[in-house]
């Protein structure tokens, strides 16, 4: 418990840390603006951060060197790569306009309208693409089984549930996946 108290009362002398602020603090200032890629605000809590170590470890005052301005950079150098660091460890932030735009998980009634859009458009398909439909997406019943429940081949599923989704997406433009571009497709085939 001695050594705690003997390490909470050694410190710097304020006027020394005040002097060290008023010969290095400009250039330290600068150096950091650097590293922070010109923030302001960030660079100065970085600079008092720095001052506020030199204030808990006056032994750095004691040190070989004839200027504590290599000390006090490398203090600042690596408090800004930590805060970088602690900065890309999390998550990114969004502000308040996704949050605005972004339906509600709770609230059914997107879920509901969309349900509705969904059952028209099948509704308006044919009857054969429509049974294809039925069996392989709200059956969950794989392309084998859809065939044998239907009595027809599995390339006639398959065909049949190809036609239908290009006939909803046309009836559903807003629920269809982005088409890839020209030069892509060109690409693959």
Do not use: C
């Amino acid at each position: 418990m001695a050594t705690a108290t003997v390490t909470a009362t050694a410190t710097t002398d304020e006027r020394a840390i005040a002097e060290l602020q008023r010969e290095h603090g400009p250039a330290l200032l600068s150096f950091l603006q650097g590293l922070t890629y010109g923030d302001q605000q960030r660079a100065e809590d970085l600079l008092q951060e720095t001052l506020v170590r030199a204030w808990q470890h006056p032994e750095a005052f004691d040190g070989p060197y004839e200027s504590m301005r290599p000390w006090l950079f490398t203090v600042g150098r690596r408090l800004a790569i930590d805060a970088r660091r602690s900065r890309l460890a999390r998550p990114t932030e969004i502000g308040d306009g996704v949050l605005a735009t972004t339906p509600d998980p709770a609230d059914i009634t997107e879920s509901a309208v969309a349900a509705l859009d969904v059952r028209a458009a099948v509704e308006s398909l044919s009857p054969e693409h429509q049974a294809v439909l039925i069996r392989i997406y709200f059956q969950g019943l794989s392309v084998n089984e859809a065939a044998e429940a239907l009595g027809i081949p599995p390339g006639t599923v398959k065909s049949r549930s190809y036609y239908a989704l290009r006939a909803l997406s046309r009836i559903l433009p807003g629920y269809s996946r982005p088409r890839p571009a020209p030069a892509a497709r060109r690409a693959r085939g």
